[in-house]
């Protein structure tokens, strides 16, 4: 499975983004997904994860409430809509593909990521 991220920019705080992560070939509905990130200077943390069928959701607390992770299997893509974003959002985004999990171990494939930046 190849991952694309994409969707990050610069925003406002309070503003909002939707960011996408698709994915090649036929098997992404058999994957769980997640969503990571990476801010400067500090190590990568979770975000979300959405099991296979989209049944079920987990998300960090640092983000539940604002954070919202869904996907399309039928245009295999992934997305994670973004509300009331705070400066401490900044970071580089990457979307995996792997296990309902919250630890990058459980991820077998990774995309290149999308830079969020949110000014204060």
């Known amino acids: 499975v190849q991952l694309q991220a994409s969707g990050g920019g610069l925003v406002q705080a309070g503003g909002s983004l939707r960011l996408s992560c698709a994915a090649s070939?036929?098997?992404?509905?058999?994957?769980?997904m997640g969503w990571f990130r990476q801010a400067p200077g500090k190590e990568r943390e979770f975000v979300a994860t959405?099991?296979?069928?989209?049944?079920?959701?987990y998300y960090a607390d640092s983000v539940k409430g604002r954070f919202t992770i869904s996907r399309d299997n039928d245009k295999n893509t992934m997305y994670l809509q973004m509300i009331s974003l705070k400066p401490e959002d900044t970071a580089v985004y990457y979307c995996?593909?792997?296990?309902?999990?919250?630890?990058?171990?459980?991820?077998?494939?990774w995309g290149q990521g999308t830079l969020v930046t949110v000014s204060s």
């Open positions: 070939g036929r098997t992404f509905k058999r994957y769980a």
């Open positions: 995996a593909a792997g296990s309902t999990s919250e630890y990058e171990y459980d991820y077998d494939y």
């Open positions: 959405i099991s296979y069928s989209g049944a079920n959701t």
